[in-house]
């Protein structure tokens, strides 16, 4: 496994966690790490890392600077710096990033670009996100605006989350 001694305070600080036990829908726009280990669905934007963990599951589009999967993730990766498929890691997507390290017992079915050219790949991450984003979206049938804040409210009696715009 690899040494991760390039790694700074700053970049250890977990912006969001998207808990065991909870599903979320929707849109992160972030700086910094989001952790996944309930089941996240939709897309993920962030210049940090995004780690889905051995219980998380994800069917989403990730642009990001560092991704590591030791869950199960459905959907397209771009990353800046590195794409990391623990052993426990299952992906069912296509990639582009300059470095990619898988261990054994991972399981990848998709495709796999090495972009080392930097302003290639930030082209890249450019036109697939804004092929990938809308003016609003729709969660849980209201309409959410890009720049519109949101509330999330744990539904009685289960274990999911609902989304809904503060007024």
Same mark, same amino acid.
């Given at each position: 496994?690899?040494? *991760? ?13 998207? =808990? ?14 989001? !952790? ?5 669905? =939709?897309?993920? !934007?962030? $210049? ?6 051995? *219980?998380?599951?994800?069917?989403? $589009? ?19 710096? +590195? ?12 990639? +582009?990033?300059? !470095? ?9 079915? =998709? $495709? ?5 050219? +930097? ?12 092929? *990938? ?11 959410? *605006? +890009? ?8 539904? #009685? ?7 809904? #715009?503060?007024?």
């Amino acid at each position: 496994m690899e040494n *991760n001694t390039d790694y700074t305070v700053e970049d250890s600080f977990v912006n969001s966690i998207i =808990g065991e036990g909870t599903t979320l829908r929707g849109e992160f726009d972030l700086n910094g790490l989001l !952790r996944i280990d309930g089941k996240f669905f =939709g897309k993920v !934007r962030t $210049t940090g890392r995004v780690l889905i963990g051995k *219980n998380g599951t994800a069917e989403c $589009t990730i642009v990001s600077g560092t991704v590591v999967i030791g869950g199960k993730v459905k959907g397209d990766i771009i990353a800046s710096e +590195k794409i990391t498929l623990l052993s426990t890691g299952e992906l069912n997507g296509n990639i +582009k990033t300059p !470095r990619l390290i898988i261990e054994e017992g991972v399981i990848f079915d =998709g $495709t796999c670009e090495i972009i080392e050219d +930097k302003e290639r790949l930030n082209k890249i991450q450019q036109e697939f996100m804004e092929r *990938n984003s809308a003016p609003s979206s729709t969660i849980d049938g209201h309409n959410i *605006n +890009k720049n519109q804040s949101t509330q999330a409210m744990k539904v #009685p009696g289960e274990n999911n989350l609902s989304v809904k #715009p503060i007024p």
